[in-house]
Nanobody, 121 residues
Framework: QVQLVESGGGLVQAGGSLRLSCAASGSDFSINTMGWYRQAPGNQRELVATITRGGFTNYADSVKGRFTISRDNAKNTVYLQMNSLKPEDTAVYYC???????????????WGQGTQVTVSS
């Protein structure tokens, strides 16, 4: 019922920047944790960064100092500013949300469809 839609992916050269956005839409829900995961060909999906409703953040060691996660609670939107991109950052980036629907006594993980980020060598 709740949809997460990513945008902002693309092709950049090493050292460049991209800003990803993910907007959640639906009815009667709230989101505690939002974040970004990524999956490269032949690899498992891995954590990139997460942020709680209160603004507490967590980053994978590989992106610390280069990526910044933020959110706009009023818009139910999470962002990922990616700077100093490296070829190894190439992956499909998936938006994540821990959805709470109190009306239905329901909590569940939700995922977007993904957006491709390609960093050229």
């Amino acid at each position: 019922q709740v949809q997460l839609v990513e945008s902002g992916g693309g092709l950049v050269q090493a050292g460049g920047s991209l800003r990803l956005s993910c907007a959640a839409s639906g009815s009667d829900f709230s989101i505690n944790t939002m974040g970004w995961y990524r999956q490269a060909p032949g690899n498992q999906r891995e954590l990139v960064a997460t942020i709680t409703r209160g603004g507490f953040t967590n980053y994978a060691d590989s992106v610390k100092g280069r990526f910044t996660i933020s959110r706009d609670n009023a818009k139910n939107t999470v962002y990922l500013q990616m700077n100093s991109l490296k070829p190894e950052d190439t992956a499909v980036y998936y938006c994540y949300g821990l959805i709470s629907q109190a009306m239905y006594s329901r909590n569940y993980d939700n995922w977007g469809q993904g957006t491709q980020v390609t960093v050229s060598s």
